[in-house]
């Protein structure tokens, strides 16, 4: 019952409130065997009888397990239920004494009151201390001792170690018996390099460069990676791996209709990843202005770029503030510490040491903590087109502001403390009123959006002035408040005072406490997370869940060296790259010769005794087309692009526009991560539609065409789109299979290329010969975007072809019966068919009608009638009859005495096959514009772009 | 990487190794349910399911109970009076008790009551199994649509839809086809596409949605057809990219990912042609296209049924754009015409999957996010200002919707709600109860179908769910 990555993790078939004791703080008091046997024969039966059916399990009402000494000892959601100083007084007691109290109530629900004498007893039990037998005492240990919650431990490497990811790798795999395989050759090398650290394809020239370098391996290589890290193309592709972590959309996700969805700077965010990868930020920083830029970076200087960091926390989702700080919460948790604190939002922490109190102690940072679009970061444009744009915008804000200030006003006077504070005003307006102002509101927010002309601006979060204090919503609900909850960091459930947060919402705190060198899990979390971004599996394997839940290391030694070693580098993300792209490990070949072997021992190749294949990843897909076509921007930055609907961008896919509530299915289609929540890892699906759309796709096919133009004619063209795709030259086997491709479809290919449309139907004009029965027929030569005719300007003066066009299932004739309007339908194989339709004429009673035939190129007259000018409708139908493939049929509209006037007609007639087989082909719903055949070269190039080769990496 | 990954690579150190002609014989045995490769792949359930394959009719906006399947004679003579002891709170104030404008009579062998909204379905009464204590939380669209697509009813949390957890429970059983396809004319509901998205499970398990008012084919699928060359040119360009595969792999060893590829190459030159025909509803025979009718609806529904019929494991058929079921003004007119639209169409799917012994194991669900209020609604200022008589509030407190096949008793009904169709009393049935009712009849059991994610098993009914036995036959 799983897929790929679900299957990885232990098959604990628990649900989210699974409430299995796993731990429970108390120790064993160790009870007399006399105790338990009275708990046996006198406790356990009447529970079992009148408590276990609600009390116990995923379903336990309230949150209260009878079935386990913990359950009775942590007590409901709600409150304690037994008092073992003074039993008499447990709410449980109370509860099946009836008691008539206030919020007590009498339990068993359904079924009788438990007799005196037996709740006598359970009193007893409770003064002796509930003894339970011992083995069904959770006997979990203490879940603060997991190995993630402790420091890291510092590894000491012996002398002449070497990398040291090959020395814990290599002792590792020694112990088990696999061995590693040969280092991968230059040529494939430098591919894997190039797509690891900039997402793109290498270009020939280049790895030709690379191959020949006479230096010796290692200090080639060296001065590689460098080199790569150091192109500007690298912070593209990195950021991008972070924005899944970041769950980055250009959209806030659901809104009612009249809002605007988009965020309009969200694209700063995205700048700034951009470029704090590329300028090697130091993480712990990155994780600091991510979390607090505000308050760590000088406004009034170019630090200010900084405050778009708050990107990671401000483009959260939409909704109630619980969700969106619980968004915050779970994407700064599972993202940075790869912890899932956000499950003790309605209760403690099921497996891992975080209660619910800690979780509210973080929710109280968030909770004064106000998203702001407000500090300018970058420079405002100007010319008169900005200048209009200003002045347009001006209007737009006084229509809010028109609406709004007589309302406000009165407000105010009737509630003078809230003078001057806007946002709580507009929360007294009435309901009328603030739909009224959300749809203005609306209405501005699309403008500033679509026009695209303010300055660079961050999201940004600011502390509150006065900090309010934040309780415990019992079981997740804010209507339901308990006990205060401190603002603090975790503990991890050791016995330590709790770091607490003193100043304003504490969020600066909050961030110093994750960017610490000394947070257990941080460092760890982002190497581990690098890793995976470079081998596709982690060392720990549950990428955001270092919890009891999650796996553990595979190679503990190796995750804390990396940590410890990526601190004492700077937390540079670029040594570390440095560091795993240098080490054999990362260097080895795809496949190995003791594969097999290797296999019986580590099947999932843990040990990482060969390189991991990869295919493309979206991205990589369509950034490596573009750029194997030489059509990739080299832009950086800017705002969002669609990357997927036509006009097909350029641009590299980091820019593409994500829409959080409407992705299109292409991205995931493809395993792109799901833009409403932080994502760990993308699945690895195989599945057709992603083959449809390198099959079939017009963004693809463009790009095969824009390749095979650009051979020039003395180039040997195999040679060409070779080395721009796969950088490397044809074999002869290549060339073999391409000879053959070409004279295979050549001809075929000839003719479809002459068709006008990409359709079964072309559009033209010209006249049917009565006596001899040909048909003369001249395709339009102009094409508007929506119809087809002769000339740019129409009427043409004193032309008689003046009026003609045709639209999706209309056109006009020409003025006489030379020029008529014809329609013609090409057979696409042998097949009888039958023609349906029928011609309207809106110029009722105008005119002297118009001429309607249906003719085969053969010259069989199939239909010929004129067209009654009083009639509104006229059907035109004719019986199945064979036609051959290629044969074609014409569709006239001949303008009757060669008398054009009023004869404007609607007319979409449908082909119609009887044998049911293909779908009708109908005119106006397939009706479009210049067809843009393949060509036997493009048609070539696309298949490579479609081969394995290109689409893995080796 | 998987232990399916293992056993492939080891069998192929038995001996199996790529042939020299054609692919390997891995190949062939991808379609066995090998999941790590096709995600897709028919999946294991639990124990024998009764169910097969779902159609979900979806009448979006809230179809009225008391004007459909849940006869209330009380109505007729409370008509025009305070609802005794008080209304209860929807999303709008309502008025005084509104008796039914259609008339309600009895059904088949079972007697099933039903009204002459829908005629046709009703004479198929027993074959229904019409659930009339249906209960939700909320009386507005969002949260119910939520509730009853994903189990979870906040807009903004995360959840997949029913059909996603069904092809990820079940797989399909047609490779060329879409595992999960929702129909819906002339846009997308509220909420839109989240109702049918995969959330955290994998992409391969977002429902596809075809606009059904598209008749042209490559306008309903994207890339479906390629437009620059025919299929012959097509297979030649496929021949070539697959002999490039073929001979790069006779250097390296062979590894499960790169054969997948060339497997869903060919699954998806197939695909070209059998979704074409699955949506192709003219190759249906006459009486079959008049039996289900010349219209929108007509040709969605039976396209549902070609679907289904070819292997697609989860259609939703929506019906329409928005909330078209949300007659807040003028009940009688216009769930008239929407019963209209929707009747003859419903009843043939019926029928035919009947016809063709489909419907055993094909589990038809109809009904809405919510039901509407036996009382009135009241005009309000701002909204609904207009809404000046005869329509019908939300109604969250109960309401109906029906099963039929798959396993579910026939001619049969269930539950009550008061007697004036408020709110629902004996065997009250919460959203949770049917998801967990529907995986059941599927072969699952609803607390095992789960899903690790950030930490956590998640399901389809949370933590909720009672499967309702008296449901099934």
């Known amino acids: 019952m799983t897929v790929p990555k679900a299957s990885l993790l232990p098959l604990l078939l628990v649900s989210i409130s699974a409430t299995s004791a796993v731990y429970c703080a108390d120790t064993n008091p160790g009870f007399e065997p006399a105790q338990i046997e009275f708990f046996e024969k006198e406790i356990r039966p009447v529970l079992a009888d009148n408590c276990f059916k609600c009390h116990s399990g995923t379903k336990a009402k309230v949150g209260l397990e009878l079935n386990h000494r913990g359950g009775w000892l942590s007590g409901s959601d709600y409150r304690k239920v037994v008092d073992l100083e003074n039993p008499a007084q447990s709410v449980l007691i109370k509860a099946i004494s009836h008691a008539a109290e206030k919020n007590i109530v009498a339990m068993p629900e359904k079924g009788d009151k438990l007799p005196d004498e037996t709740i006598a007893r359970i009193t007893e039990w409770i003064a002796m201390g509930l003894p339970w037998p011992e083995n069904e005492i959770s006997e979990h240990k203490d879940p603060s001792e997991h190995w993630s919650f402790q420091p890291v431990k510092k590894q000491e490497l012996p002398e002449g170690a070497g990398n040291p990811i090959d020395y814990f790798l290599n002792e590792a795999r020694e112990k088990a018996g696999v061995v590693a395989a040969e280092k991968a050759d230059r040529e494939t090398l430098y591919r894997r390099a190039h797509f690891d ?111 778009a960091a708050l990107g990671f926390l401000s483009l959260s989702k939409n909704g109630k503030n619980e969700i969106i700080i619980d968004d915050r919460i779970d994407t700064t948790f599972r993202g940075m510490m790869a912890l899932t604190v956000s499950c003790a939002r309605c209760h403690d922490h099921k497996f891992d040491p975080i209660s619910t109190s800690e979780y509210y102690g973080v929710y109280g940072v968030f909770m004064n903590s106000f998203k702001e679009e407000r500090p300018v970061i970058g420079e405002p444009k ?193 040594k570390l790259h440095r560091l795993i792209l240098t080490s054999h490990t990362w260097q080895q070949q795809s496949s190995n010769p003791v594969q097999d072997k290797n296999m019986l021992v580590d099947p999932e190749n843990r040990l990482l005794w060969k390189y991991n294949k990869r295919r ?51 991205f995931r289609n493809f395993d792109f991560s799901n833009p409403q929540e932080t994502t760990a890892q993308r699945p690895t699906t195989t599945i057709p539609m992603q083959a449809l759309f390198t099959m079939n796709s017009d963004f693809i096919q463009n790009q095969a065409a824009n390749l095979a133009k650009k051979v020039a004619p003395q180039e040997d063209p195999i040679q060409h789109y070779h080395r ?71 009427p043409i003066k004193d032309n008689p072809l003046s009026y003609l066009y045709a639209r999706a299932g209309a056109t006009h004739p020409g003025h006489t019966s030379k020029e008529s309007s014809i329609y013609q339908w ?129 | 990487m998987t232990q399916s990954f293992s056993r492939r690579e080891l069998l192929q150190r038995t001996g199996m190794g790529m042939g020299a002609l054609g692919l390997s014989p891995f190949l062939s045995s991808l379609n066995a349910g090998d999941r790590s490769l096709n995600p897709l792949a028919p999946g294991k359930t639990h124990f024998a399911p009764k169910a097969k394959r779902v159609i979900h009719i979806f009448a979006n906006g809230g179809p009225s109970q008391v004007d459909s399947f849940d006869y209330k004679p009380a109505l007729e003579k409370y008509h025009g009076q305070e609802v005794p002891g008080g209304g209860l709170r929807t999303e709008r104030k309502t008025g005084t008790l509104m008796k039914s404008p259609f008339n309600f009579s009895q059904h ?97 398990y977002q429902g596809a949605h075809i606009d059904t008012k598209n008749s042209l084919i490559s306008k309903l699928i994207p890339d479906i057809r390629n437009q620059r060359m025919p299929m012959d040119i097509q297979r030649k360009q496929l021949d070539l990219v697959q002999e490039m595969n073929r001979q790069d792999i006779g250097q390296s060893q062979v590894d499960q990912d790169v054969e997948a590829r060339m497997h869903s190459l060919e699954l998806a030159y197939k695909m070209q042609i059998e979704a074409t025909d699955a949506f192709n509803v003219d190759r249906e025979p006459k009486h079959i296209r008049e039996l289900y009718g010349d219209t929108l609806h007509g040709r969605q529904m039976l396209i549902a049924r070609r679907l289904v019929e070819r292997g697609t494991r989860f259609v939703q058929v929506w019906h329409g754009a928005g909330q078209p079921w949300d007659s807040h003004a003028e009940i009688e007119k216009f769930h008239g015409k929407l019963g209209a639209e929707a009747d003859q169409p419903i009843a043939a799917l019926l029928v035919d999957l009947k016809q063709r012994g489909l419907l055993e194991d094909t589990l038809v669900i109809w009904g809405g996010e919510f039901g509407r209020t036996p009382t009135v609604e009241l005009p309000t200022p701002g909204a609904n200002a207009a809404n000046t008589k005869l329509g019908r509030d939300h109604n969250h407190h109960g309401f109906t919707m029906w099963m039929a096949g798959g396993g579910t008793k026939g001619g049969f009904q269930y539950g009550k709600t008061d007697e004036f169709g408020f709110k629902a009393v004996e065997n009250p049935m919460h959203v949770h109860d049917l998801h967990a009712t529907i995986l059941h009849l599927l072969g699952f059991d609803h607390e095992k179908l789960t899903y690790r994610y950030a930490g956590r098993d998640f399901r389809l009914t949370d933590v909720h769910g009672e499967v309702f036995h008296d449901l099934l036959a």
């Open chain 1, 724 to 794: 721009a795709i796969f950088a490397t030259e044809p074999t002869e086997n290549d060339r073999l299979l391409a000879d053959s491709f070409f004279t295979s479809v050549e001809s075929e290919m000839k003719d479809y290329s002459k068709r006008q449309t990409n359709t079964a139907w072309s559009y033209g004009y010209g006249t049917h010969n009565d006596e001899s029965g040909k048909v003369s027929f001249t395709p339009y030569p102009l094409w508007t975007g929506k119809q087809w005719q002769i000339e740019k300007e129409t």
């Open chain 1, 197 to 307: 650290l900039l997402g793109l394809p290498p270009k020939y020239e280049e790895l030709r460069k690379f191959v020949d370098d006479p230096r010796p391996d290692s200090d080639a290589w060296s001065a590689l990676v460098d080199e790569l890290m150091a192109s500007p193309h690298y912070g593209e592709r990195w950021a991008r791996q972070w924005m899944d972590v970041a769950r980055y959309s250009d959209t806030i996700g659901y809104e009612g209709a009249g809002r605007e969805r988009r965020f309009i700077y969200s694209y700063a965010y995205r700048n700034w990843l951009i470029k704090s990868f590329n300028d090697d930020l130091p993480y712990d920083k990155f994780v600091l202005y991510q979390l607090a830029a505000e308050q760590l970076v000088d406004w009034d200087s170019p630090e200010k770029a900084h405050l």
């Open chain 1, 826 to 954: 090409q057979a696409p194989s042998d097949l009888k068919v039958s023609i349906a339709g029928a011609v309207q004429r809106s110029a009722v009673g105008k005119g002297n009608g118009v001429r309607v035939k249906v003719v085969t190129h053969k010259g069989r007259l199939l239909f010929d009638q004129v067209m009654d000018p009083a009639k509104k409708t006229f059907p035109v139908t004719v019986d199945p009859f064979d036609v051959a493939k290629n044969d074609l049929i014409y569709f006239i509209i001949d303008p009757h005495e060669n008398n054009s006037s009023f004869d404007s007609v609607n007319w979409s007639p449908q082909v119609v096959d009887a044998s049911g087989v293909n779908p009708k082909w109908g005119l106006a719903e397939s009706f479009s514009g210049p067809a843009t055949p393949a060509t036997p070269h493009s048609a070539y190039v696309h298949a490579l772009l479609n081969t394995n080769r290109f689409l893995f990496i080796e």
């Open chain 2, 108 to 204: 088949g062998k079972s007697g099933l009551w039903a009204s002459d909204l829908f005629p046709k379905v009703a004479e198929l009464a027993d074959d229904l199994c019409v659930i009339n204590s249906m209960y939700a939380n909320v009386p507005n669209h969002e949260p119910s649509l939520m509730l009853m697509n994903t189990g979870a009813e906040r807009v903004n949390l995360v959840r997949p839809s029913m059909g996603s957890w069904v092809t990820y429970g079940l797989g399909t059983e047609n490779e060329n086809l879409p595992g999960f396809v929702s129909l819906c004319p002339g846009g997308v509901p509220i909420v839109e596409t989240q109702n049918w998205r995969s959330a955290f499970l994998p992409g391969a």
């Open chain 1, 382 to 574: 100007s010319g008169p087109e900005y200048d209009k744009y200003l002045k347009e915008r001006a209007e737009k804000q006084k229509v809010i502001d028109d609406f709004l200030a007589p309302k406000l006003a009165k407000i105010e006077k009737e509630k003078p403390e809230l003078m001057g504070r806007r946002e709580q005003l507009i929360k007294m307006l009435s309901r009328e009123d603030r739909r009224e102002l959300a749809k203005k509101q609306g209405v501005f927010d699309k403008f500033i959006a679509d026009a695209q002309m303010d300055p660079d601006k961050a999201i940004i979060l600011t502390d509150a002035e006065n900090i309010r204090k934040q309780r415990i919503f019992v079981r997740g609900a804010p209507g339901r408040q308990g006990d205060e909850a401190p603002r603090r960091f975790l503990t991890f459930g050791k016995d330590v005072e709790p770091v607490a947060f003193t100043k304003g919402s504490g969020r600066l705190e909050l961030a110093q406490q994750i960017a610490s060198p000394d947070n257990p899990l941080t460092a760890r979390n982002i190497v581990n997370r690098v890793w995976m971004w470079h081998f596709g599996e982690g060392i720990v394997r549950t990428i955001d869940d270092f919890g009891i839940q999650g796996e553990l290391p595979d190679n503990p030694e190796l995750l804390d060296f990396l940590a410890t070693w990526f601190i004492e580098n700077g937390w540079s993300i670029k």
């Open chain 1, 616 to 666: 493309l990843d979206l991205e990589q897909l369509r950034d490596g087309i573009l750029e194997v076509t030489g059509t990739l921007s080299d832009e950086m930055f800017g705002r969002a692009v669609k990357i997927l609907e036509p006009p097909y961008s350029n641009r590299r896919s980091v820019y593409a526009f994500i829409d959080r509530q409407n992705l299109n299915p292409v």
